[in-house]
């Protein structure tokens, strides 16, 4: 029996040997010792997987890339940055992470190309949407939707600042859920093609990220605008312009961070971090976003030791919960406890506090699954619908080693049944959709 093995498998294992030899050296020299050298590497391994998976896709929307960030942030944890907030992770707390990562990362892979089959071979699901003016008035529509709120906000509370705005914003009821349509719009503005209905798009995305001033709300601009431009305009006329739009949004998060930091009056919080882990092998410029990338392994370890109490499935079920008016009767279960200022747990441990090591793996890799399946659909299919549902789900992929935001955000599931109910109203309602006798091919 042949093995194949091409020339750039060949290249990039003789390359991951001296590279693995480097990093080990820098684990061992800033802090890292016994088990965990062997889990960071086997880390890290995982993440030139992924990378080298996610190079083979024709886009750069891929879950792969998206989930790489996970095994990275854990592969470069190194106590010595900063002894005040960074514990040395112990063999269980190695073992619950790294073997969901791999949970996830084989539910990802497996059956690909049989969920691509089966993508294509669907019909009657997720409407294509090929009429600009169709794609424009669903454009207009959400954005409006999610802008009277905004706007509304902004009057009540502009005398006290972005504090009050922001304050005035939570009060207004379903804001939560009508700030997600102003992206949703964005996705139909950029299919529709048509320029006036993408800059009132685009300009209603920033009136919202400057009113609010969140960054959740400008990383969902930057995924949202470069995510649709990459689905519809993916040519090599346009190619060079996507290397254009990431450094621009780089450049624009890490202005937004600055900005938010100031206005939020976090500068003592800031200066205060940098003073207690002072001594440090980082400089005070790069502590922050170490210290955000990697504490959420340190805080998981933290409720490993000290919540033993199991949750049940509550942390899965929060959110339809939610919908139902439920999930503050189970309040006291929705804390997780920290050590420290910083609050980001990463993914595995809202798993491990349902159901426990075992029942965490198998989580993990349904999860998994589901982003293939998804991810699947997303490739076969032009429909904005869809690619809303996808690009909302690829940020949740993206910020896995932060958060659970299946778990916590809400707005993984909740913009799937919005897109849903939109499908409805698109197959409904004659102005906002196609006439049934010249109704468009469906998927």
Known sequence: MKILINRKQIVLLFTLIPVNMILCHILCTYGVEG?????????FNLFIYLIYIGLGENTFFNPYFAFAVCPLSLAFYMPNASRYYMADLNSKTYVLLVFNFIAFTLGLVFFKNINLIKARNKSKRWPKVNNPDINRRWAVAFVW??????LLAIILGISGGWNNIKNAYEKIPLSGITNMLV???LVFAFKS????????????VVITAVALLTKTSVMFAIVIIIGSFDKYYNTKKFKKWQYILLFVAIILFALADSTYTE???AQLHVQAMIERASGGILPPWALSSYLYLEMPWSNTQYVMQNDISSTNGLWVMKTFLGYLGLDSNYAQFYELQHPTSFNTFGYVIYFFKDFGFIGSLIASYILGVIINKLYAAYQTSTSP????VYLFNFRAVMMMFFNNHWCTGA???TIAVLMLISTIVYKSVPFMGEIPEKREELY
Do not use: E, M
């Open 411 to 413: 707005y993984p599931i």
């Open 183 to 185: 992206f949703a719009g």
């Open 35 to 43: 088990v965990g050298v062997i889990y960071q590497l086997v880390s």
């Open 263 to 265: 206005i939020r009056g």
């Open 193 to 204: 093609r048509k320029k006036k209905t993408i800059i009132f798009s685009v300009l209603a």
């Open 385 to 388: 619908f869809l690619a809303v």
């Open 145 to 150: 939707i999610s802008l009277l709120p905004v």
